[in-house]
Every structure is written in C-alpha cells, then in structure tokens.
C-alpha cells in the first residue's frame, strides 16, 4: 500500500532564511505527487505538482520541489522564507485507481 | 472561474442528530472528493464521485454516506453523529484522472456536543 510520511511535524524558521519541508513516500508503482499548502481556517490550495519530467518542479509564491526515485523522496524548498510563508503544508501522493492521501502536515512557523 | 463552494461553513449539532453537507465544484469538474480533518487524524479521504458513481471510498462506517448529482454537485451526510465527528470536512473537486490536481473548498466545521 502506498503511504506519505512528512518527516518533520514543526519547523520554525527565521524570515529571510531558507527552508526545506521534507516528504517521503511509498508506493510499488508509478506516482504523482503534490504539495499543499493550508492557511487558518481555509482550505488547501495547491503549490506544485510533479507528474512526470523534469525531477525539479517549481510552484506558486517561490518555492520548488525535487522528485527523487531512488530516495523516495520529494522535498519542499524556498530560498528565503516571509512571515506571510507560516502555515501548513502537506505533501500528498496520487495513483491508478486510488484516492489522493495525504501526510500528516508539517507546520512552518516564520518569526522576525 | 468561481472556485469549490462549499455550504454551511460552520455547524453545531447534537449527538444523535444527522447533518448534510453541500458542495459546489468547479465548472467542468466531475470529480467530487471528501475529506475529514483533524487535528490527531489528519486529513483522511471519506469517498470520491465521479459522474454520479463512487468511484472511491476510504474507511469510515456508513454512518457517513455522499451522492452526486448530474450537475456533479455534491452532498455528504453523517448520521447518528458522534462526538468523535466533530472535524473540519472539506471537499475538492477535480477533472478526474489520478494527475488532476484537487482543488478545495474552504471546508465545513462540523461541531458535535
């Protein structure tokens, strides 16, 4: 069975600083993976997507993402953070005839 | 384009009673997906309609149901609700296939006393 494991539940970083949001994955087949992006009281919205391609894929409000196979991995990156960053993300996997799971979350929290 | 509606946002019930939730996809979109959320549990899929058909349907008792109709618009139903009910349930919509990124609905925040 496939899963999403989000390695880190809460991440605090600086403003201006960088940050990765790490997401690891499994499944016995070809995948589709994504990454949301949820602010209070709202729903998620969508930040990058990776289908197939180009293992870098780059999304909304300046933040990447690189699919590794091997590693089973597809990490979330931005090159400097802004308060307006803090939220939650999650990084969710899609298959042939299956539902889009998700991983548990992991908090960004961004401070001056 | 006008995003996923979805309808009431917030709702307070008592244990025992039922609730209907109501959902308004995107234009175009047939794929009507629900999910539960909260805070121990995450976000966990209820089911997926797809031209009026469950195409999908996670883990959760039959207490919890969902349809669709021809305009694909979406409704979910709980039953006999419990407190353990209480969560933040959001729907998505979709063009269907497993590379059609979900988009949500602003949820509805179901309280159960």
């Known amino acids: 069975a496939q899963s999403v494991t989000q390695l880190d539940s809460q991440v605090p970083v600086f403003e201006e600083a960088p940050v990765e949001l790490r997401c690891n994955y499994s499944?016995?087949?070809?995948?589709?993976l994504f990454w949301y992006v949820q602010y209070p009281n709202q729903g998620l919205q969508l930040l990058l997507k990776?289908?197939?391609?180009?293992?870098l894929v780059k999304g909304i409000n300046g933040f990447e993402a690189e699919f590794n196979k091997s590693q089973t991995s597809f990490h979330l990156r931005k090159p400097s953070v802004h308060i307006s960053d803090t939220a939650e993300y999650f990084c969710?996997?899609?298959?042939?005839?299956?539902?889009?799971?998700f991983g548990k979350g992991t908090t960004l929290s961004v401070s001056s | 384009k006008a995003g996923v509606t979805q309808t009431p946002r917030y709702l307070i019930k008592t244990r025992g009673q039922q609730v209907t939730l109501s959902c308004s996809p995107i234009s175009g979109h047939r794929s009507v997906s629900w999910y539960q959320q909260t805070p121990g549990q995450g976000l966990q899929f209820l089911f997926e309609?797809?031209?009026?058909?469950?195409?999908n349907k996670g883990n959760f008792p039959g207490r919890f149901s969902g349809r669709q109709f021809s305009n694909s618009r979406s409704e979910m139903n709980v039953s006999t609700l419990e407190l353990g009910d209480s969560a933040l349930y959001l729907c998505?919509?979709?063009?269907?296939?497993?590379?059609?990124?979900?988009?949500f609905g602003n949820g509805t925040r179901l309280t159960v006393t």
């Open positions: 969710a996997l899609n298959q042939a005839g299956t539902a889009l799971i």
């Open positions: 990776y289908l197939s391609g180009s293992t």
């Open positions: 309609y797809f031209s009026e058909t469950q195409r």
């Open positions: 499944s016995s087949v070809s995948v589709y």
């Open positions: 998505a919509s979709s063009l269907g296939g497993e590379s059609s990124p979900l988009h």
